[in-house]
């Protein structure tokens, strides 16, 4: 590989501190992928070798932070350096902590590297810059690697991988919901009040979309996924609300290593935003998110019943009937190593309702008293879970859950989210008859399109996005 100027000359300036060159060609490989420079990104990796990265840095989106202790630093630096157009800032620095021990005076040294120009990019909500080359999932592997490369690596900590396998989330069977015998159907209600204020998820049975208009839209969905790079990509969108997105990872402007994932993701109501390629998706689409909006209506019904509301509060409140629809599909190719990374990392969806459709290849997870617990989809159900504007709305009292996805050696898993929530401009905070003196009202209110631009413009980051609305 042929090496920059500025790598040379930090290779010779720092090459006794082998944390920070480590960390520094990990972002480096970061870089070249985003890049589409596969092979310096190959050969980065082999030469830095990826055991023992990371244990002792910490790293946050492009700022990367690497501390460690040791009696040999003399002195500190400051560099400042270009890469593709985008500057790298470098800035060193020594802390004198008090010993430990009496024998040892301890010398803390920090390194910050700060990726500025992604930095700007994101605040200003600014596009990547036009020659840079997106590689998907599809691609790499597709490419014939063998493993997980070192900016794919994302782990998880020993007690967030324990499984609780006996545990399953409740059940609802939407023809009980809107039978026309009450006592079913005041039954079919709490059950639901109950699992969206115990769980935040259910599985959804008996529904109203037909099982082949399911397996439609995810056979469309896979062709979407198999048009060529080339195709796809004219449909990359520049900013987070885009109408229609496609990409990979979650945004590869702040995600702070990449996901095992390449997406879709289309507004589709009010007005209806979809590709025109592959021949048929659009109209395939148009029919699922049809059934799916007919769906998800009765479901806020039934939820403000069992709030005690009128079945129509939601919809009136919040003008539903030209409430926002995203469709988000996700595309999880089969990874050689899926333990080393994540097909999307904790997170909470931003929305009221969000009903899921997969193609029977588990890989979901999601929090549930502090445990993470594996959702294995019966056939021909939904999982439906509640979104933190259900949460706002509701002051709390229904939770929006963490969830995450995790993929697989043996098959491309796909999943397809619809998200339901408020029109884009309207103002959501917590509803009157949710505030009271025991319950304060414990959230600020916001415009969803600016809660949706800034859960989309922030690295998931393993927490709920309320909490940055949380009073
Ligand atoms: O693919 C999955 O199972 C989860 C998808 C998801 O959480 C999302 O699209 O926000």
Known sequence: MAMLKWEERLHRGFSSWKWIIQELYLVLGNIYTRHGMLEEADELRRLMGINGVGKETRRRGYVAEIQFATNSVEGSKEQSLWCHGEKLALAFGLMVLPPRSPRKTRVQFVGLLVFEGSQNGVQNGLALPEETKMVSVKELVESNCRSVPSNYISLISPEDSILYETENVPTIDFSQLTSSNPIERSKAIQQLGDACRDWGFFMLINHCVPETLREKVLRATQSFFDLSEEEKKEYAGEKVLDPIRYGTSFNVMVDKALFWRDYLKCHVHPHLHVPSKPHGFSETVDEYIRKSRELVGELLKGICESLGLEENYIHKRLNIELGTQLLIANFYPPCPKPELTMGLPAHTDHG????????QLGGL????????????????????????????????????????????????????????????????????????DDNPEAYRAIKYGDYIQFQQSHELDRRSCLDHIRI
């Open 365 to 436: 997870q999601i929090q549930h008293k502090g445990k993470w617990i594996p959702v294995n989809p019966l056939p021909n159900s939904f999982l439906v879970n509640t979104g933190d504007h259900l949460e706002i709305l509701t002051n709390g009292k229904y939770k929006s859950v963490l969830h995450r996805a995790v993929v697989n050696t043996k098959a491309t898993r796909i999943s397809i989210a619809t998200a339901h929530g408020a029109p884009l401009e309207i103002i959501v905070g917590p509803a009157p008859e949710f505030i009271g």
């Open 352 to 359: 009221l309702l969000t009903l899921l459709l997969q193609n």
